[in-house]
C-alpha cells in the first residue's frame, strides 16, 4: 500500500465522519458542510458534530448543526485555516460558544504510517502477539491507553512487550471503523525511553496492515512524548482535528 493510498482512505473516512467529500481535504480555502450521523463513522464519535474542524495541512472543513453555522462561518473567515486551531484566536471562538452551551473539547493530531519507512521493530524484551482471548485481566489503568473497557469488543489486536514473564509494554489495535484500526500504547514508567513503546508501536502497524486495514496514531498537540513515538514508529503526521461539545459533557469529564 503506498502513501497515497493510506491517505486516500484517511480522507475517505474523515469525509464519512464529517459528511463531505474526501477531495473536500485537498481543495484549500473553507468547505463548511452539514453535520450528519453516518452507520460507518468511527465508533467511539458523537455524531451529528456539533462543531467541528478538521484540516489535512490544505484548508480546513467545518462539519457543523445549523446552530452553529453562522458562528463557524464567522470564525473561519476571520483565521486561516492554521490558526483557526490555536489561541489566542480559540478564545474568540469559545466566548461565543458559551451561550450556545457549548465549548471546544478535543484538539488532537493525528498520525499515518509512512509506507516508505520501516522502522525497527525490536526491543531489548520479548514481544508477543495478542488476540482478544488474552486480554482478560489487562482491562487496567495502566493499560488504557492500549486496550479500552468501554468499548472492549472494538479491541482487535495487541503487542504486548515481556521481562521475565512481566507484561511491561502494551500496544493495542481497536477497530474504530472498518477500514482503519488506531494503535495506542503504554510503557510502566520503569520501561521508558528504551525503545519499548516505538517497537511494540512499529511491530503492530505491521501486524494491523497484514490484516488489510490502515493503522493510524492519535495524541494531544502537547504530549510530545506520543507524538515522538509516533515518529520513531514510522508514523508522520497526517491530520488535526478540532471538537465542540456541550458543555455538560465537558464537565461531566472533568469530574471523572
Known amino acids: 500500500m503506498t502513501n497515497r493510498q493510506i491517505l486516500r482512505i484517511a480522507m475517505e473516512q474523515s469525509a464519512i465522519d464529517s459528511g463531505c467529500r474526501p477531495e473536500d481535504f485537498a481543495a484549500g480555502g473553507v468547505r463548511i458542510v452539514d453535520a450528519c450521523a453516518h452507520p460507518q463513522?468511527?465508533?467511539?464519535?458523537k455524531l451529528p458534530f456539533l462543531c467541528d474542524f478538521t484540516s489535512y495541512g490544505s484548508g480546513v472543513v467545518a462539519s457543523v448543526s445549523p446552530p452553529y453555522r453562522a458562528l463557524?462561518?464567522?470564525?473561519?473567515?476571520?483565521?486561516?485555516?492554521?490558526?483557526?486551531?490555536?489561541?489566542?484566536?480559540?478564545?474568540?471562538?469559545?466566548?461565543r460558544?458559551?451561550?450556545?452551551?457549548?465549548?471546544?473539547?478535543?484538539?488532537?493530531?493525528?498520525?499515518?504510517p509512512d509506507a516508505a519507512r520501516r522502522p525497527p521493530r525490536t526491543c531489548p524484551f520479548e514481544m508477543r502477539l495478542l488476540a482478544p482471548a488474552d486480554f482478560a485481566g489487562l482491562y487496567l489503568p495502566q493499560w488504557s491507553n492500549a486496550l479500552c473497557a468501554e468499548r472492549a469488543a472494538l479491541d482487535m489486536l495487541a503487542v504486548g512487550a515481556y521481562d521475565g514473564?512481566?507484561?511491561?509494554?502494551?500496544?493495542?489495535?481497536?477497530?474504530?471503523?472498518?477500514?482503519m484500526w488506531q494503535i495506542g500504547v503504554d510503557v510502566l514508567p520503569?520501561?521508558?525511553?528504551?525503545?519499548?513503546?516505538?517497537?511494540?508501536?512499529?511491530?503492530?502497524?505491521?501486524?494491523?496492515?497484514?490484516?488489510?486495514?490502515?493503522?493510524f496514531y492519535c495524541c494531544a498537540w502537547s504530549n510530545v512524548a506520543s507524538a515522538r513515538n509516533a515518529i520513531?514508529?514510522?508514523?508522520?503526521?497526517?491530520?488535526?482535528?478540532?471538537?465542540?461539545?456541550?458543555?455538560?459533557?465537558?464537565?461531566a469529564m472533568n469530574r471523572r
Open 190 to 215: 520503569a520501561y521508558r525511553r528504551q525503545g519499548v513503546a516505538a517497537a511494540l508501536t512499529g511491530r503492530l502497524a505491521g501486524e494491523v496492515f497484514a490484516r488489510g486495514k490502515v493503522p
Open 232 to 251: 520513531a514508529s514510522g508514523f508522520r503526521p497526517a491530520w488535526v482535528q478540532l471538537t465542540v461539545r456541550p458543555v455538560s459533557d465537558i464537565d
Open 72 to 95: 463557524a462561518e464567522e470564525y473561519l473567515a476571520r483565521f486561516d485555516a492554521v490558526h483557526c486551531f490555536e489561541t489566542p484566536n480559540l478564545h474568540w471562538l469559545m466566548q
Open 97 to 112: 460558544l458559551a451561550p450556545l452551551g457549548a465549548n471546544v473539547c478535543f484538539m488532537a493530531e493525528y498520525f499515518l
Open 41 to 45: 463513522a468511527r465508533r467511539y464519535l
Open 165 to 179: 514473564g512481566q507484561l511491561i509494554g502494551l500496544a493495542g489495535a481497536s477497530a474504530d471503523c472498518d477500514a
